[in-house]
């Protein structure tokens, strides 16, 4: 006997699953989904620094991943990241972070 196979098509149910799931990334639901990075390059030849501004939520946990993502971008450069700038709201922080080579974020004096 000749074993027939189907060919597996989406079908609605599972497309809208789909729109579903990638909607959800908007309500906050997957990891630094609430984080908006913005990358500004000084024009500045004597300032040659890369800075992100950070937006993140006003709490403990949403600080110390703006923090760690600033890190990781600031890394890719062999830098490391030191806050200059932070406003908030009672929801929301604006953080601003510039990559600097170690020994001049030592220099500065500023928590890196």
């Not at 579903?20 to 040659?48: K, Q």
């Not at 890719?76 to 929801?91: F, G, Y």
């Amino acid at each position: 006997m000749k074993a027939h196979t189907m060919k597996s098509r989406p079908t609605r149910s599972a497309s809208a699953l789909m729109l579903a799931m990638f909607l959800t990334g908007c309500a906050g639901l997957f990891p630094n989904s609430d984080i908006t990075v913005t990358r500004y390059e000084s024009g500045e030849r004597w300032l040659n620094a890369g800075f992100y501004i950070i937006e993140h939520p006003f709490t403990d946990d949403g600080t110390a991943r703006a923090k760690l993502k600033a890190g990781q971008l600031c890394g890719e450069q062999k830098l490391v990241a030191v806050q200059s700038e932070r406003a908030c709201t009672m929801e929301n922080c604006t953080t601003n972070f510039v990559c600097m080579k170690l020994e001049d974020a030592r220099a500065s004096g500023k928590s890196y």
